[in-house]
């Protein structure tokens, strides 16, 4: 087992509430009609709303790891490993720190897999990798373009788990958006429309289906993690099933906040620019909400931030 973690074990429990729960429908075998996904790491965005989701169901058992924990201290074998940790791309890091969180800790974590007979990983990963490319559509099979130190490593550790052996998912993802305001384009275009700002945007006459809402990404992870008679090894690109144009978008937002900001298209035709063919994940049964009923919930997450 590799090491470079910190020693802390994470006491979850889940199990307890488990053993409890089949113990009173009089279930001898316990162990075998539960679920044990282990989760990296919780502590997340997206990390924090799977624990709360897979905490209400009653069929699994949930451990978790954190960069800290001491993955020595883990007995046994285990079903699901979903690896939602990463360091992201908003924010601004050293390219060793890339390395180390993004690629590294891959490592450590395929090798913990394969100590206790994972049978299936999950791993979160981005549309950043295809880099700087700009055409109408992508798909799982698109072509890398210029990718940043972060997009390599993602990519990277894609790489790694794709040759582990071990059966994977892997999502493709765009911004993340939903149940707490958070720092992506869509985000602070909405803050800039709420102060009636100037809006200097690329290619506003294009389609955009580039987010995904939190609560459709954690069913499609539980979709995933749950159903039996998926052998695994395969890619998804996720974003929104239904296109928009952006110039369309924006005033949408500018009607809920009846704002008099005035939009200008700054397109000089070499800027980074694609939509998500997301077909592939619907065939499997992913779906998504209307993008303006997402609008329409962060608009009211953002007046419910402004008056605490």
């Known amino acids: 087992m590799k090491k470079g ?15 409890f729960y089949v113990h009173k429908r009089g279930i001898q075998n316990w162990r075998k009609t539960m679920v044990k996904v282990i989760l990296f790491s919780p502590r997340g965005y ?3 709303y799977l624990k709360e989701t897979l905490l ?9 790891i954190t960069r800290e924990s001491n993955l020595e201290s883990f007995e046994g074998d285990f079903d699901v490993f979903i690896y939602s940790a990463s360091i992201t791309a908003l924010r601004k890091e050293e390219n060793q720190k890339y390395i180390r969180d993004n690629a590294m800790t891959a490592s450590t974590m395929i090798e913990f897999c394969k100590l206790h007979n994972i049978k299936r990983i999950i791993y979160l990963s981005s549309d950043e990798i295809y880099g700087n490319i700009n055409t109408s559509v992508v798909g799982e099979k698109a072509i890398m373009v210029e990718p940043n130190i972060y997009a390599l490593t993602k990519y990277l550790a894609e790489k790694m788990i794709i040759e582990s052996g071990i059966p994977y998912y892997i999502l493709r993802l765009p911004a993340v958006v939903g149940r707490k305001w958070g720092n992506t384009f869509i985000y602070r275009l909405m803050e800039r429309v709420e102060q009636n700002q100037k809006l200097y945007m690329y290619n506003t006459d294009k389609d955009f289906n580039n987010l995904v809402d939190i609560e459709d990404l954690v069913r499609f992870i539980v979709l995933l993690a749950f159903m039996d008679d998926l052998k695994g090894n395969d890619i998804f690109l996720l974003g929104n099933c239904k296109k928009i144009k952006l110039r369309e ?3 949408y937002i500018k009607s809920m906040y009846h704002s008099e900001s005035e939009i200008y298209d700054i397109t000089k035709g070499d800027e980074r620019y694609f939509t998500l063919d997301v077909t592939k994940a619907v065939n499997f049964g992913y779906q998504s909400k209307n993008i303006r009923n997402i609008l329409r919930e962060l608009y009211q997450l953002r007046g419910c931030c402004n008056e605490k």
């Open 5 to 19: 973690m910190k020693y802390k074990k994470e006491v979850d429990i889940s199990e307890r509430i488990a053993k």
């Open 56 to 64: 209400k169901r009653k069929d699994v058992l949930l451990y978790e």
């Open 249 to 251: 978008m924006v005033e």
């Open 46 to 48: 997206v990390g924090g």
